[in-house]
Protein backbone atom coordinates (compact mmCIF):
# COMPACT_ATOMS: atom_id res chain seq x y z
CA UNK A 1 0.00 0.00 0.00
CA UNK A 2 1.79 3.28 -1.03
CA UNK A 3 0.49 5.81 2.00
CA UNK A 4 1.81 9.08 -0.47
CA UNK A 5 -1.12 9.01 -3.07
CA UNK A 6 -3.78 8.87 -0.45
CA UNK A 7 -6.21 11.12 -0.09
CA UNK A 8 -7.53 12.67 3.33
CA UNK A 9 -10.39 10.64 3.69
CA UNK A 10 -9.11 7.37 3.05
CA UNK A 11 -5.92 7.88 5.58
CA UNK A 12 -8.17 9.31 8.00
CA UNK A 13 -10.45 6.11 8.44
CA UNK A 14 -7.13 4.22 7.90
CA UNK A 15 -5.60 6.59 11.37
CA UNK A 16 -8.63 6.48 13.02
CA UNK A 17 -8.56 2.03 12.85
CA UNK A 18 -4.89 2.31 13.96
CA UNK A 19 -3.76 0.64 10.61
CA UNK A 20 -0.97 3.74 10.07
CA UNK A 21 0.82 6.27 12.41
CA UNK A 22 0.94 9.51 11.48
CA UNK A 23 4.66 9.17 11.62
CA UNK A 24 4.49 6.49 8.67
CA UNK A 25 2.11 8.58 6.85
CA UNK A 26 4.75 11.86 7.01
CA UNK A 27 7.80 9.75 5.96
CA UNK A 28 5.68 8.18 3.31
CA UNK A 29 5.14 11.39 1.92
CA UNK A 30 8.47 12.91 2.82
CA UNK A 31 9.86 9.67 0.69
CA UNK A 32 8.20 10.99 -1.90
CA UNK A 33 9.18 14.73 -1.79
CA UNK A 34 13.17 12.94 -1.57
CA UNK A 35 12.39 11.05 -5.28
CA UNK A 36 10.55 13.29 -7.10
CA UNK A 37 11.44 16.57 -5.87
CA UNK A 38 14.15 17.75 -7.37
CA UNK A 39 12.49 16.94 -11.05
CA UNK A 40 9.48 18.86 -10.25
CA UNK A 41 10.37 21.58 -7.31
CA UNK A 42 7.29 22.18 -5.75
CA UNK A 43 8.99 23.35 -2.36
CA UNK A 44 11.01 26.00 -0.98
CA UNK A 45 11.79 25.06 2.22
CA UNK A 46 10.99 21.69 4.13
CA UNK A 47 12.15 20.71 7.45
CA UNK A 48 11.48 16.47 7.61
CA UNK A 49 12.78 16.05 11.67
CA UNK A 50 10.34 18.98 12.45
CA UNK A 51 7.66 17.22 10.28
CA UNK A 52 8.21 14.24 12.14
CA UNK A 53 8.34 15.35 15.41
CA UNK A 54 4.78 16.94 14.49
CA UNK A 55 3.69 13.72 13.70
CA UNK A 56 4.54 11.63 16.67
CA UNK A 57 3.15 14.22 18.85
CA UNK A 58 -0.17 13.38 16.81
CA UNK A 59 0.73 9.66 17.44
CA UNK A 60 1.34 10.40 21.06
CA UNK A 61 -1.49 12.20 21.63
CA UNK A 62 -3.72 9.80 20.27
CA UNK A 63 -5.28 12.45 17.89
CA UNK A 64 -6.70 10.23 15.12
CA UNK A 65 -8.59 8.48 17.52
CA UNK A 66 -9.81 11.14 19.13
CA UNK A 67 -11.65 12.14 15.84
CA UNK A 68 -9.48 15.31 15.01
CA UNK A 69 -10.56 16.05 11.28
CA UNK A 70 -7.07 15.85 10.04
CA UNK A 71 -5.33 14.16 12.45
CA UNK A 72 -1.85 13.03 11.09
CA UNK A 73 -2.66 14.43 7.53
CA UNK A 74 0.18 16.04 6.01
CA UNK A 75 -0.58 19.59 4.73
CA UNK A 76 1.99 21.65 2.16
CA UNK A 77 1.62 25.67 2.37
CA UNK A 78 1.78 28.25 0.16
CA UNK A 79 5.35 30.30 1.02
CA UNK A 80 3.11 33.05 2.02
CA UNK A 81 0.86 31.93 5.01
CA UNK A 82 2.76 32.64 8.43
CA UNK A 83 3.53 29.61 10.18
CA UNK A 84 5.06 30.77 13.53
CA UNK A 85 9.12 29.48 13.12
CA UNK A 86 9.14 28.72 9.71
CA UNK A 87 10.89 30.89 7.20
CA UNK A 88 7.77 33.02 4.97
CA UNK A 89 9.50 34.33 1.98
CA UNK A 90 6.36 35.17 -0.64
CA UNK A 91 9.25 33.54 -3.18
CA UNK A 92 10.97 37.16 -2.99
CA UNK A 93 14.41 38.10 -2.61
CA UNK A 94 13.18 41.27 0.45
CA UNK A 95 11.80 38.19 2.54
CA UNK A 96 14.88 35.90 1.97
CA UNK A 97 15.89 35.14 6.09
CA UNK A 98 12.57 36.30 7.76
CA UNK A 99 10.94 33.82 10.30
CA UNK A 100 7.62 34.07 10.59
CA UNK A 101 6.54 35.27 14.26
CA UNK A 102 3.06 34.11 14.51
CA UNK A 103 0.84 31.73 13.26
CA UNK A 104 -1.56 32.83 10.66
CA UNK A 105 -5.78 31.78 11.70
CA UNK A 106 -5.70 28.91 9.14
CA UNK A 107 -2.28 27.58 10.63
CA UNK A 108 -4.43 27.50 13.94
CA UNK A 109 -7.10 25.70 12.57
CA UNK A 110 -4.71 23.36 10.98
CA UNK A 111 -3.36 22.62 14.38
CA UNK A 112 -6.09 22.15 15.89
CA UNK A 113 -7.39 19.76 13.37
CA UNK A 114 -4.31 17.97 13.58
CA UNK A 115 -2.93 18.53 10.79
CA UNK A 116 0.89 17.89 10.65
CA UNK A 117 2.40 20.81 8.89
CA UNK A 118 4.94 20.32 5.83
CA UNK A 119 6.38 22.76 4.38
CA UNK A 120 6.46 25.66 2.09
CA UNK A 121 5.44 25.76 -1.51
CA UNK A 122 7.12 27.83 -4.65
CA UNK A 123 4.36 30.65 -6.09
CA UNK A 124 5.16 33.45 -7.87
CA UNK A 125 6.38 36.19 -6.12
CA UNK A 126 3.78 37.85 -3.73
CA UNK A 127 1.00 35.78 -5.35
CA UNK A 128 1.91 37.69 -8.97
CA UNK A 129 1.76 35.74 -12.17
CA UNK A 130 -0.12 32.53 -13.35
CA UNK A 131 2.87 30.37 -14.05
CA UNK A 132 5.50 30.09 -10.69
CA UNK A 133 7.76 31.66 -13.13
CA UNK A 134 8.20 34.58 -11.58
CA UNK A 135 9.81 33.58 -8.05
CA UNK A 136 13.22 33.94 -6.95
CA UNK A 137 13.50 30.34 -5.51
CA UNK A 138 13.33 28.83 -9.58
CA UNK A 139 10.57 27.43 -11.52
CA UNK A 140 8.36 24.48 -10.67
CA UNK A 141 7.53 22.49 -13.17
CA UNK A 142 4.40 20.54 -14.16
CA UNK A 143 4.25 16.89 -12.77
CA UNK A 144 2.32 15.92 -16.20
CA UNK A 145 5.34 17.55 -18.37
CA UNK A 146 8.49 18.76 -16.91
CA UNK A 147 8.86 21.39 -19.69
CA UNK A 148 5.85 22.84 -18.58
CA UNK A 149 4.63 25.46 -15.77
CA UNK A 150 2.45 24.53 -12.85
CA UNK A 151 0.13 27.35 -13.38
CA UNK A 152 -0.10 30.10 -10.55
CA UNK A 153 0.86 31.40 -8.70
CA UNK A 154 -0.51 28.69 -5.96
CA UNK A 155 2.22 26.70 -8.63
CA UNK A 156 4.09 24.71 -6.01
CA UNK A 157 1.07 23.84 -3.86
CA UNK A 158 -0.50 22.45 -7.21
CA UNK A 159 2.31 20.81 -8.11
CA UNK A 160 2.91 18.85 -4.94
CA UNK A 161 -0.23 17.72 -4.57
CA UNK A 162 -0.47 16.17 -8.39
CA UNK A 163 2.80 14.98 -7.58
CA UNK A 164 1.73 13.15 -4.29
CA UNK A 165 4.53 15.15 -2.53
CA UNK A 166 1.57 16.63 -0.24
CA UNK A 167 -1.95 15.19 0.81
CA UNK A 168 -3.22 18.47 0.10
CA UNK A 169 -2.36 21.90 0.30
CA UNK A 170 -3.18 25.15 0.73
CA UNK A 171 -3.33 27.87 -1.53
CA UNK A 172 -4.35 31.60 -1.86
CA UNK A 173 -5.98 33.13 -4.96
CA UNK A 174 -6.62 36.53 -6.04
CA UNK A 175 -7.51 36.19 -9.50
CA UNK A 176 -7.05 32.50 -9.93
CA UNK A 177 -3.85 31.92 -8.51
CA UNK A 178 -5.67 28.32 -6.77
CA UNK A 179 -7.91 27.57 -9.57
CA UNK A 180 -5.94 28.03 -12.73
CA UNK A 181 -2.46 25.98 -11.52
CA UNK A 182 -5.14 23.34 -9.94
CA UNK A 183 -6.50 23.02 -13.68
CA UNK A 184 -3.45 22.83 -15.02
CA UNK A 185 -2.22 20.22 -12.76
CA UNK A 186 -5.42 18.38 -12.58
CA UNK A 187 -5.99 18.74 -9.20
CA UNK A 188 -9.13 20.05 -7.30
CA UNK A 189 -9.20 24.10 -6.39
CA UNK A 190 -11.16 25.99 -4.38
CA UNK A 191 -11.35 29.17 -4.08
CA UNK A 192 -13.86 30.28 -1.20
CA UNK A 193 -16.35 33.16 -1.19
CA UNK A 194 -14.50 36.35 0.22
CA UNK A 195 -14.59 36.22 3.94
CA UNK A 196 -15.66 32.52 4.46
CA UNK A 197 -11.95 32.03 5.54
CA UNK A 198 -9.73 34.59 7.58
CA UNK A 199 -7.09 36.16 5.61
CA UNK A 200 -4.79 36.68 9.39
CA UNK A 201 -1.35 35.79 8.63
CA UNK A 202 -1.23 35.56 4.84
CA UNK A 203 0.89 37.96 3.66
CA UNK A 204 -1.82 40.63 1.59
CA UNK A 205 -1.37 41.15 -1.81
CA UNK A 206 -4.83 42.46 -3.04
CA UNK A 207 -6.73 42.75 0.30
CA UNK A 208 -10.53 43.00 -1.33
CA UNK A 209 -9.65 40.31 -3.51
CA UNK A 210 -7.75 37.37 -1.56
CA UNK A 211 -8.53 34.59 0.15
CA UNK A 212 -7.11 31.36 1.29
CA UNK A 213 -8.47 28.20 -0.31
CA UNK A 214 -7.63 24.30 -0.79
CA UNK A 215 -5.70 22.24 -3.21
CA UNK A 216 -6.69 18.27 -3.14
CA UNK A 217 -6.80 15.13 -4.93
CA UNK A 218 -10.74 15.08 -4.86
CA UNK A 219 -13.50 17.11 -4.03
CA UNK A 220 -14.36 14.72 -0.47
CA UNK A 221 -10.96 16.72 0.70
CA UNK A 222 -11.91 20.02 -0.36
CA UNK A 223 -15.11 19.75 1.20
CA UNK A 224 -13.26 18.82 4.77
CA UNK A 225 -10.32 20.78 4.01
CA UNK A 226 -12.47 23.75 3.71
CA UNK A 227 -14.57 22.89 7.06
CA UNK A 228 -11.51 23.39 8.95
CA UNK A 229 -10.21 26.05 7.36
CA UNK A 230 -13.31 28.38 7.39
CA UNK A 231 -14.86 30.28 10.29
CA UNK A 232 -15.03 33.59 12.05
CA UNK A 233 -11.92 34.97 13.42
CA UNK A 234 -12.06 38.80 15.48
CA UNK A 235 -8.68 39.35 13.74
CA UNK A 236 -9.74 40.18 10.34
CA UNK A 237 -12.61 42.32 10.11
CA UNK A 238 -13.68 41.15 6.68
CA UNK A 239 -14.07 37.80 8.42
CA UNK A 240 -17.61 36.70 8.10
CA UNK A 241 -19.25 35.36 11.38
CA UNK A 242 -21.51 32.27 9.23
CA UNK A 243 -21.78 29.41 10.60
CA UNK A 244 -19.63 26.43 8.81
CA UNK A 245 -21.62 23.94 7.39
CA UNK A 246 -20.52 20.28 7.05
CA UNK A 247 -19.64 20.88 3.28
CA UNK A 248 -19.75 16.96 3.01
CA UNK A 249 -23.75 16.55 3.84
CA UNK A 250 -25.27 17.25 0.53
CA UNK A 251 -22.74 14.62 -1.33
CA UNK A 252 -25.87 12.54 -1.45
CA UNK A 253 -28.15 14.80 -3.12
CA UNK A 254 -26.67 14.59 -6.55
CA UNK A 255 -27.55 17.40 -9.02
CA UNK A 256 -31.46 16.68 -10.46
CA UNK A 257 -33.13 19.38 -10.38
CA UNK A 258 -30.20 21.81 -10.27
CA UNK A 259 -29.98 24.44 -12.97
CA UNK A 260 -26.54 24.70 -14.51
CA UNK A 261 -26.25 27.91 -16.33
CA UNK A 262 -23.49 28.04 -19.40
CA UNK A 263 -22.45 32.39 -19.96
CA UNK A 264 -21.83 32.34 -23.53
CA UNK A 265 -18.90 34.85 -22.69
CA UNK A 266 -16.66 31.82 -21.72
CA UNK A 267 -16.91 29.71 -24.87
CA UNK A 268 -15.65 31.94 -27.18
CA UNK A 269 -12.83 31.95 -29.97
CA UNK A 270 -9.46 31.64 -28.81
CA UNK A 271 -10.07 28.88 -25.66
CA UNK A 272 -8.02 25.91 -26.89
CA UNK A 273 -10.60 23.42 -29.20
CA UNK A 274 -9.53 20.83 -26.62
CA UNK A 275 -10.48 23.04 -23.24
CA UNK A 276 -14.17 23.67 -24.78
CA UNK A 277 -14.40 20.16 -25.44
CA UNK A 278 -13.77 18.94 -22.60
CA UNK A 279 -15.41 20.73 -20.65
CA UNK A 280 -18.86 20.65 -23.17
CA UNK A 281 -18.08 16.98 -22.49
CA UNK A 282 -18.62 17.63 -18.56
CA UNK A 283 -21.37 19.97 -18.97
CA UNK A 284 -23.21 17.55 -20.94
CA UNK A 285 -22.35 14.86 -18.05
CA UNK A 286 -24.13 16.68 -15.85
CA UNK A 287 -26.80 17.04 -18.11
CA UNK A 288 -27.17 13.28 -18.14
CA UNK A 289 -27.09 13.23 -14.56
CA UNK A 290 -30.28 15.44 -14.02
CA UNK A 291 -29.03 18.65 -14.04
CA UNK A 292 -30.93 21.44 -16.46
CA UNK A 293 -28.37 23.33 -18.13
CA UNK A 294 -29.41 27.44 -18.87
CA UNK A 295 -28.03 29.26 -21.95
CA UNK A 296 -26.81 32.97 -19.70
CA UNK A 297 -24.87 36.05 -20.38
CA UNK A 298 -22.23 37.80 -18.20
CA UNK A 299 -22.18 40.86 -20.27
CA UNK A 300 -19.21 42.60 -18.65
CA UNK A 301 -16.89 39.80 -18.29
CA UNK A 302 -14.89 41.36 -21.52
CA UNK A 303 -13.86 44.33 -19.05
CA UNK A 304 -12.69 41.89 -15.67
CA UNK A 305 -9.06 41.38 -16.99
CA UNK A 306 -8.74 45.75 -17.03
CA UNK A 307 -11.01 46.16 -13.60
CA UNK A 308 -8.73 43.35 -12.17
CA UNK A 309 -5.33 45.09 -13.40
CA UNK A 310 -6.38 48.41 -11.74
CA UNK A 311 -7.70 47.26 -8.33
CA UNK A 312 -5.27 44.48 -8.01
CA UNK A 313 -2.30 46.88 -8.12
CA UNK A 314 -3.43 49.76 -6.58
CA UNK A 315 -4.15 47.25 -3.33
CA UNK A 316 -0.70 46.07 -3.63
CA UNK A 317 1.40 49.24 -4.21
CA UNK A 318 -0.19 50.02 -1.13
CA UNK A 319 0.55 46.60 0.70
CA UNK A 320 3.65 46.33 -0.43
CA UNK A 321 4.12 49.45 0.78
CA UNK A 322 5.60 48.01 4.30
CA UNK A 323 8.57 46.12 2.55
CA UNK A 324 11.56 48.82 3.54
CA UNK A 325 13.58 47.45 5.01
CA UNK A 326 13.18 48.87 8.16
CA UNK A 327 11.50 46.25 10.39
CA UNK A 328 12.45 42.81 8.24
CA UNK A 329 13.74 41.31 5.21
CA UNK A 330 16.53 42.70 3.31
CA UNK A 331 18.13 46.12 3.65
CA UNK A 332 20.24 47.94 1.53
CA UNK A 333 21.51 50.77 3.17
CA UNK A 334 21.24 54.68 2.01
CA UNK A 335 22.48 57.75 3.44
CA UNK A 336 18.87 59.04 4.14
CA UNK A 337 15.53 56.92 4.57
CA UNK A 338 14.38 57.39 1.64
CA UNK A 339 17.49 56.35 -0.70
CA UNK A 340 17.10 53.42 1.90
CA UNK A 341 13.69 52.66 0.78
CA UNK A 342 14.55 53.06 -2.68
CA UNK A 343 17.57 50.67 -2.85
CA UNK A 344 16.17 48.01 -0.79
CA UNK A 345 12.97 47.56 -2.96
CA UNK A 346 14.99 48.19 -5.78
CA UNK A 347 17.23 45.05 -4.86
CA UNK A 348 14.41 43.04 -2.87
CA UNK A 349 11.39 43.22 -5.45
CA UNK A 350 11.87 41.06 -8.71
CA UNK A 351 10.22 42.77 -12.25
CA UNK A 352 6.56 41.63 -11.94
CA UNK A 353 6.06 42.73 -8.91
CA UNK A 354 7.95 46.12 -9.48
CA UNK A 355 6.03 46.24 -12.67
CA UNK A 356 3.00 46.16 -10.68
CA UNK A 357 4.01 48.88 -8.16
CA UNK A 358 4.61 50.91 -10.95
CA UNK A 359 1.22 50.75 -12.45
CA UNK A 360 -0.59 50.72 -9.08
CA UNK A 361 1.34 53.34 -7.96
CA UNK A 362 -0.15 55.44 -11.10
CA UNK A 363 -4.13 54.60 -10.81
CA UNK A 364 -3.83 56.11 -7.28
CA UNK A 365 -1.33 58.72 -8.53
CA UNK A 366 -2.90 62.83 -8.31
CA UNK A 367 -4.65 63.26 -11.51
CA UNK A 368 -5.41 59.97 -12.47
CA UNK A 369 -7.49 58.33 -9.29
CA UNK A 370 -10.69 59.28 -10.24
CA UNK A 371 -10.04 58.40 -14.03
CA UNK A 372 -8.71 54.35 -13.45
CA UNK A 373 -8.95 53.12 -9.95
CA UNK A 374 -12.41 54.87 -8.89
CA UNK A 375 -13.70 53.98 -12.46
CA UNK A 376 -12.37 50.54 -12.20
CA UNK A 377 -14.09 49.96 -8.62
CA UNK A 378 -17.82 51.25 -10.95
CA UNK A 379 -16.99 48.63 -13.12
CA UNK A 380 -17.01 45.94 -10.67
CA UNK A 381 -20.19 47.08 -9.60
CA UNK A 382 -21.82 45.99 -13.12
CA UNK A 383 -19.50 42.80 -12.96
CA UNK A 384 -20.96 41.86 -9.74
CA UNK A 385 -24.19 42.91 -10.52
CA UNK A 386 -24.00 40.34 -13.47
CA UNK A 387 -23.51 37.40 -11.36
CA UNK A 388 -26.61 38.64 -8.93
CA UNK A 389 -28.65 38.51 -12.37
CA UNK A 390 -27.36 35.01 -13.45
CA UNK A 391 -27.69 33.67 -9.92
CA UNK A 392 -31.70 34.53 -10.30
CA UNK A 393 -31.73 32.08 -13.46
CA UNK A 394 -29.10 28.92 -12.02
CA UNK A 395 -27.94 27.41 -9.26
CA UNK A 396 -24.43 27.30 -10.30
CA UNK A 397 -22.09 28.58 -13.16
CA UNK A 398 -19.81 25.88 -14.86
CA UNK A 399 -16.88 27.44 -17.57
CA UNK A 400 -13.43 26.37 -18.83
CA UNK A 401 -10.95 27.45 -15.86
CA UNK A 402 -8.34 28.63 -18.31
CA UNK A 403 -8.28 29.29 -21.87
CA UNK A 404 -5.37 26.55 -22.39
CA UNK A 405 -3.71 23.96 -20.70
CA UNK A 406 -0.70 24.12 -19.12
CA UNK A 407 2.01 26.21 -21.71
CA UNK A 408 5.85 25.52 -21.64
CA UNK A 409 8.11 27.47 -19.54
CA UNK A 410 9.27 30.88 -21.02
CA UNK A 411 6.29 30.96 -23.37
CA UNK A 412 4.56 33.97 -22.31
CA UNK A 413 6.91 35.13 -19.84
CA UNK A 414 8.16 37.99 -22.31
CA UNK A 415 4.49 39.47 -22.54
CA UNK A 416 2.93 40.90 -19.16
CA UNK A 417 -0.20 41.32 -21.34
CA UNK A 418 -0.72 38.06 -22.79
CA UNK A 419 0.26 36.54 -19.15
CA UNK A 420 -2.65 38.39 -18.02
CA UNK A 421 -4.94 36.67 -20.18
CA UNK A 422 -4.57 33.93 -18.71
CA UNK A 423 -6.54 34.61 -16.00
CA UNK A 424 -9.54 35.82 -17.76
CA UNK A 425 -11.77 33.27 -16.75
CA UNK A 426 -10.91 33.02 -13.42
CA UNK A 427 -10.91 37.20 -12.43
CA UNK A 428 -14.29 37.65 -12.18
CA UNK A 429 -15.05 35.25 -9.27
CA UNK A 430 -12.87 37.75 -7.21
CA UNK A 431 -14.13 40.73 -8.41
CA UNK A 432 -17.58 39.45 -7.36
CA UNK A 433 -16.62 38.26 -3.99
CA UNK A 434 -18.65 34.56 -4.61
CA UNK A 435 -16.54 31.06 -4.50
CA UNK A 436 -15.61 28.87 -7.28
CA UNK A 437 -13.91 25.19 -7.17
CA UNK A 438 -12.11 23.78 -10.29
CA UNK A 439 -11.81 20.41 -11.25
CA UNK A 440 -10.27 17.90 -13.67
CA UNK A 441 -12.57 17.37 -16.61
CA UNK A 442 -9.95 15.34 -19.12
CA UNK A 443 -7.05 15.61 -20.94
CA UNK A 444 -5.62 17.65 -24.04
CA UNK A 445 -5.72 15.52 -26.85
CA UNK A 446 -2.02 15.18 -28.26
CA UNK A 447 0.06 16.07 -25.68
CA UNK A 448 -2.19 14.61 -22.32
CA UNK A 449 -2.32 17.53 -20.55
CA UNK A 450 -4.99 18.11 -17.67
CA UNK A 451 -7.99 20.42 -18.45
CA UNK A 452 -10.04 21.98 -15.97
CA UNK A 453 -13.83 22.31 -15.36
CA UNK A 454 -14.58 25.90 -13.07
CA UNK A 455 -18.03 25.56 -10.90
CA UNK A 456 -19.25 28.70 -9.93
CA UNK A 457 -21.14 29.12 -7.02
CA UNK A 458 -23.16 32.31 -5.29
CA UNK A 459 -21.84 33.94 -2.14
CA UNK A 460 -21.30 31.25 0.05
CA UNK A 461 -22.88 28.95 -2.37
CA UNK A 462 -19.83 26.57 -1.42
CA UNK A 463 -22.49 23.46 -0.67
CA UNK A 464 -23.87 23.90 -3.84
CA UNK A 465 -20.58 24.20 -5.95
CA UNK A 466 -18.64 21.08 -3.69
CA UNK A 467 -22.30 18.95 -4.34
CA UNK A 468 -22.18 19.69 -8.17
CA UNK A 469 -18.62 18.97 -8.12
CA UNK A 470 -18.58 15.78 -6.55
CA UNK A 471 -21.60 14.08 -8.68
CA UNK A 472 -19.52 14.61 -11.46
CA UNK A 473 -16.22 13.41 -10.01
CA UNK A 474 -18.02 10.45 -8.86
CA UNK A 475 -19.53 9.80 -12.68
CA UNK A 476 -16.05 9.87 -13.91
CA UNK A 477 -12.78 8.39 -13.17
CA UNK A 478 -9.99 11.38 -14.02
CA UNK A 479 -9.62 11.66 -10.57
CA UNK A 480 -7.78 8.56 -10.41
CA UNK A 481 -5.59 9.78 -13.28
CA UNK A 482 -1.73 10.20 -12.80
CA UNK A 483 1.12 11.92 -13.75
CA UNK A 484 4.06 9.42 -14.84
CA UNK A 485 7.38 10.71 -12.73
CA UNK B 1 -9.67 58.78 -18.49
CA UNK B 2 -6.81 60.28 -19.98
CA UNK B 3 -7.12 60.18 -23.83
CA UNK B 4 -3.24 59.49 -24.45
CA UNK B 5 -1.79 57.51 -21.79
CA UNK B 6 1.76 58.17 -22.84
CA UNK B 7 2.56 60.68 -20.54
CA UNK B 8 3.42 58.72 -18.03
CA UNK B 9 6.65 59.44 -16.42
CA UNK B 10 8.11 56.53 -15.09
CA UNK B 11 10.75 58.00 -13.21
CA UNK B 12 8.44 60.21 -11.12
CA UNK B 13 5.94 57.09 -10.58
CA UNK B 14 9.20 54.76 -9.12
CA UNK B 15 10.25 57.96 -7.30
CA UNK B 16 6.66 57.99 -5.20
CA UNK B 17 6.63 54.37 -5.56
CA UNK B 18 10.27 54.23 -3.57
CA UNK B 19 11.27 51.70 -6.16
CA UNK B 20 14.98 52.47 -7.47
CA UNK B 21 14.81 51.35 -11.40
CA UNK B 22 17.59 50.73 -13.60
CA UNK B 23 17.69 52.25 -16.83
CA UNK B 24 17.02 49.26 -18.17
CA UNK B 25 13.98 48.34 -16.12
CA UNK B 26 12.90 51.78 -16.49
CA UNK B 27 12.63 51.65 -20.57
CA UNK B 28 11.13 48.07 -20.56
CA UNK B 29 8.50 48.89 -17.90
CA UNK B 30 7.87 52.51 -19.85
CA UNK B 31 6.87 50.26 -22.64
CA UNK B 32 5.08 47.69 -20.93
CA UNK B 33 3.25 49.71 -18.73
CA UNK B 34 1.74 51.79 -21.86
CA UNK B 35 0.60 49.18 -23.60
CA UNK B 36 -1.25 47.46 -20.38
CA UNK B 37 -2.67 51.22 -20.16
CA UNK B 38 -3.96 51.28 -23.53
CA UNK B 39 -5.53 47.65 -22.98
CA UNK B 40 -7.28 49.30 -19.96
CA UNK B 41 -8.75 52.02 -22.36
CA UNK B 42 -11.38 50.04 -22.99
CA UNK B 43 -12.82 50.53 -19.90
CA UNK B 44 -13.78 54.07 -21.48
CA UNK B 45 -16.45 52.47 -23.46
CA UNK B 46 -18.61 52.23 -20.50
CA UNK B 47 -21.01 54.48 -19.25
CA UNK B 48 -20.62 54.83 -15.47
CA UNK B 49 -21.51 58.08 -14.29
CA UNK B 50 -24.01 56.84 -11.52
CA UNK B 51 -22.99 53.51 -10.69
CA UNK B 52 -21.87 52.91 -7.23
CA UNK B 53 -18.39 52.24 -7.02
CA UNK B 54 -17.51 48.61 -4.96
CA UNK B 55 -14.36 48.57 -2.74
CA UNK B 56 -15.70 45.04 -0.78
CA UNK B 57 -17.51 42.37 -3.22
CA UNK B 58 -19.15 41.43 0.95
CA UNK B 59 -20.51 44.68 2.31
CA UNK B 60 -19.31 45.31 5.76
CA UNK B 61 -19.24 48.34 8.04
CA UNK B 62 -17.91 49.19 11.41
CA UNK B 63 -16.47 45.96 12.60
CA UNK B 64 -16.23 46.64 16.33
CA UNK B 65 -14.73 44.31 18.91
CA UNK B 66 -14.41 44.25 22.61
CA UNK B 67 -11.43 46.48 23.76
CA UNK B 68 -10.00 43.83 25.61
CA UNK B 69 -5.76 43.64 26.73
CA UNK B 70 -4.59 40.28 24.78
CA UNK B 71 -1.20 39.09 24.59
CA UNK B 72 0.95 40.39 21.70
CA UNK B 73 3.85 39.18 19.76
CA UNK B 74 6.66 38.17 21.74
CA UNK B 75 9.07 41.39 21.04
CA UNK B 76 12.37 38.76 20.67
CA UNK B 77 10.32 37.28 17.93
CA UNK B 78 9.52 40.59 16.09
CA UNK B 79 13.33 42.09 16.34
CA UNK B 80 14.57 38.48 15.62
CA UNK B 81 13.46 39.68 11.98
CA UNK B 82 15.18 43.25 11.95
CA UNK B 83 18.03 43.99 9.98
CA UNK B 84 19.32 45.88 12.60
CA UNK B 85 18.24 46.50 16.09
CA UNK B 86 19.51 47.73 19.28
CA UNK B 87 17.78 47.42 23.01
CA UNK B 88 14.45 46.58 21.89
CA UNK B 89 14.41 48.92 19.33
CA UNK B 90 15.01 49.36 15.13
CA UNK B 91 18.10 51.26 13.85
CA UNK B 92 17.54 53.43 10.91
CA UNK B 93 19.53 56.14 8.94
CA UNK B 94 19.20 59.82 11.29
CA UNK B 95 16.01 61.40 9.58
CA UNK B 96 16.61 64.71 11.70
CA UNK B 97 19.71 67.26 11.32
CA UNK B 98 21.25 67.84 14.23
CA UNK B 99 20.34 71.50 14.84
Not at chain 1, 64 to 87: F, M, R
Not at chain 1, 355 to 371: K, N, P, W
Request: hydrophobic share 40%; glycine share 8%; charged share 25%.
Amino acid sequence: MTLHTQTIHELRARLRRGEVSAREVTQAVLDRIAAVDPKVKAYNWLDPDDALAQAEAIDRDGLAKNGKPLAGVPIAIKDLINVKGQPCTCASKILQGYIAPYDAFVIHQLRKAGAVLLGRTNMDEFAMGSSTENSSWGVTRNPWDLERIPGGSSGGSAAAVAADEAIAALGSDTGGSIRQPAALCGCVGLKPTYGRVSRYGLVAFASSLDQIGPLTKDVEDSAILLGALAGHDVKDSTSVAQAVPDYTQAFGKGVKGLRVGMPKEYFIAGTDPDVSDGVRDAIQKLQSLGAEVVDLSLPHTEYAVAVYYLIATAEASANLARFDGVRYGLRVDGDDPIEMYRRTRGAGFGPEVKRRIILGTYALSAGYYDAYYLRAQKVRTLIRRDFEKAFDKCDVIVTPTSPTAAFKAGERAADPLQMYLSDIFTISVNLAGICAVSIPCGFTRVTRLPIGLQILGKQFGEETVLRVARAYEQATDWRLKRPNL
Amino acid sequence: MPEKTSGIDIGYVAYLARLQLTEAEAAQFSTQVKDILKYIEKLNELYVINVEPTAHAVPMTNVLRKDEVQPSIESADVLRNAPQQARSLFIVPKIVEQG
